[in-house]
């Protein structure tokens, strides 16, 4: 996805969703503009709930029908909150679980980085992002990928960013594990509510 994509996007979503526009100077821009837009008429519940759902959709980057069967799954789970559900099935891809270890900088490259099967799960090589991974799952950088000029950087320093709190990164040994199931939080910048307004309506 090309940068200006990106901006014009989080710009129609409301919401800094990609990684290169959660900037001081992106938010900036956009107070800016909201000021200076003068008079917007207000936005239809469906208009809402499609917002929401572009959001998530954009954010982990799959398709519609990808979501939609997540949406079900979470729906007709037992024993879990339809949020937490839904969240877990996002957070369990093998991008996501990439992607929040901290290695790489965005889900974009790190998906990419799947999809070209550089990384491992349980010593067997796979590129399917999707991939739903188990908490047993141990996840490792390929032995010829580290011979690269991009992976020698990455084991060469500290990861980019911090892991989240249900994923853990042996920095040691460059193993990445998912040790909790992550939980939903009303202070997330996705309205799951209203997403499964969406798709129940």
Do not use: W
Not at 170 to 176: H, R, S, T, W
């Amino acid at each position: 996805m090309k940068r200006v994509k990106q901006y014009k996007l989080s710009k129609r979503l409301n919401t800094p969703i990609f990684e290169k526009c959660q900037t001081s100077k992106f938010a900036l821009r956009e107070q800016k503009n909201s000021k200076s837009s003068g008079f917007s008429r207000p936005m239809s519940r469906f208009g809402r709930q499609l917002i929401e759902k572009q959001k998530l959709r954009f954010s982990y980057g799959i398709n519609e029908k990808i979501l939609k069967n997540y949406v079900a799954a979470a729906l007709k789970h037992q024993t879990k909150k339809r949020e937490d559900a839904l969240l877990e099935l996002l957070e369990r891809r093998l991008d996501s679980v990439v992607y929040n270890s901290g290695l790489i900088n965005t889900r974009r490259m790190a998906r990419q980085m799947v999809s070209h099967g550089h990384f491992l799960v349980n010593g067997i090589k796979t590129n399917v992002p999707s991939r739903q991974m188990k908490q047993t799952d141990k996840v490792t950088i390929r032995e010829g990928s580290k011979k690269t000029t991009l992976f020698n950087q990455l084991t060469s320093s500290k990861p980019v960013r911090k892991s989240t709190d249900f994923i853990k990164f042996d920095e040691k040994n460059f193993i990445i594990s998912m040790e909790e199931s992550p939980v939903y939080s009303d202070s997330s910048i996705f309205d799951f509510a209203t997403i499964f307004e969406f798709y129940l309506r």
